[in-house]
């Protein structure tokens, strides 16, 4: 016998799918979502934390950078420096320390306030100085009396003297008789006092004469 079934197509029994397949498919549905979702909150959040270690790590960047300009900055100055004390070393060691001079000077004219060797004056105390042939010192000298052998004791003490040491040559004496009414006695000797100082040390390392 022919049956017929006259119910629709989505309700007729033979033409539905099996309760299984459909709870596989909601089942997988439901996987694929949470592994989407899954996916997507460990995505973004290990997006987050890269972000924020890349913001981290920029800003320790820029402040390295900003040390290492500073550092740079540093030994810039330092070699600048360096320089410096290197030129105001070379100018002291080349330079020639008046003051001490001066003093070495005074006690050999006052010798320890004895005038038994001899009573001296300068009328006036001249520098020139010359960087090859050296400082010149012209210093018009007199000795109190008229004992020639006075200014010999002057020049031996010149001669004495610790800036001798760095005289390059001195005058001869030579001198004439000159007489002051109000000294006592009155009769002195004059006489010119040149000092040539030896020229700085010449720089070392300097460039070889082409021969």
Sequence with gaps: MIKINLLPADLRRGNRLPAKVVAAAFGAALIISAAIGWFGLVYFGHLADAENRLTTISAELDSR??????????????????????????????????????????????????????????????????????????????VQGDDKSLMA????????????????????????????????PSAYLTFPMELQFVPPVAKKGGKKKKK
Aim: hydrophobic content about 30%; glycine content about 4%; overall charge positive.
């Design 65 to 142: 950078t900003a040390k290492v300009k500073y550092h740079g900055d540093l030994e810039k100055n330092r070699k600048d420096y360096a320089l410096r004390v290197q030129t105001i070393q070379k100018i002291g060691k080349s330079r020639r320390v008046w003051s001490k001079f001066l003093d070495e000077l005074i006690d050999v004219v006052n010798n320890n306030g004895a005038t038994d060797r001899h009573l001296a004056w300068f009328d006036s105390i001249t520098v020139k100085g010359d960087p090859q042939k050296g400082v010149t010192v012209k210093l018009p000298s007199n």
């Design 153 to 184: 004791n002057f020049h031996e003490d010149l001669e004495a003297a610790p800036f001798a040491k760095s005289l390059s040559k001195k005058s001869d004496p030579s001198f004439k008789q000159e007489n002051d009414p109000e000294r006592i």
